[in-house]
C-alpha cells in the first residue's frame, strides 16, 4: 500500500511539475514535506515487518525452517526482504528531504540573492 502510494504520488508529482510551471508540488516545501511523510510511512512498514517477524518466529532464524516447513522458510526471508526494501526507502527519502532538499533549498536562495545584487 504505501509502495503504490509512493510510486503514484511520485509520479503525479513529477508529471504535474513538468506541464505545468508553478504549479504547488514545485514548491520546495510542499516537496520536503511530502518525502517527510513518505519516509516516515516507509520506516513504519520497516519496523512493522521486523516486529512481526519477531512475534512470529521468536528467537528462530529463517534457516530454522529450510528443512522442516520450506513454505515458511520462504515466508520468513519474504518478511525480511520487505523490511529490508522498507528501510532503503527510507534511506533515499530521508537523504532527499534532509539533506538534499534543504541544500539546494539554500543554493537557490543564495544564487538569487547574489543575482538581485548585481
Known sequence: MVGSGTLATSLIMLVLDYFIEGVVT???AFEIL???VLWALWIVVGTRALSDGKTLFGQL???DFG???PQTASFCDGLYLVSG???AAFSLLFVYAGVFM???S???IITENVGIRH
Open 34 to 36: 511530502w518525502a517527510t
Open 85 to 87: 526494501l522498507a528501510f
Open 26 to 28: 514545485s514548491a520546495i
Open 61 to 63: 532464524t529463517c534457516a
Open 102 to 104: 534543504p541544500v539546494q
Open 106 to 108: 539554500i543554493i537557490i
Open 67 to 69: 528443512q522442516t516447513l
